[in-house]
């Protein structure tokens, strides 16, 4: 990504619009940060807050930005249903 395919959002923005922090106490309660932010690594969060911050502006990289998540997402619950499915075959109740 290219800065030109993004938007820069300056600190009073991101706090007006309360993506990353609320504007009644300063915290994450009642953000979109709050609201998305399911990531499990530090990695994954860092990555998003940037993908917050800066919004992309071209709908194809939209679309293809979604389209990316949307496979990893199937992948991960496939991961999920084969780790049961493991589990199961090698712990007996």
Not at 38 to 58: A, D, F
């Amino acid at each position: 990504m290219h800065h030109s395919d993004a938007l820069l959002l300056d600190g009073q923005t991101l706090l007006n619009l309360e993506i990353l922090k609320n504007t009644m106490d300063d915290s994450e309660k009642g953000t979109l940060w709050e609201l998305v932010n399911q990531c499990s690594t530090g990695y994954g969060q860092r990555q998003l807050k940037k993908w917050l911050c800066h919004p992309l502006k071209s709908i194809e990289l939209i679309t293809l930005r979604a389209a990316s998540i949307a496979v990893w997402e199937q992948d991960k619950h496939m991961d999920l249903a084969g780790n049961r499915y493991l589990h199961s075959l090698f712990i007996r109740n």
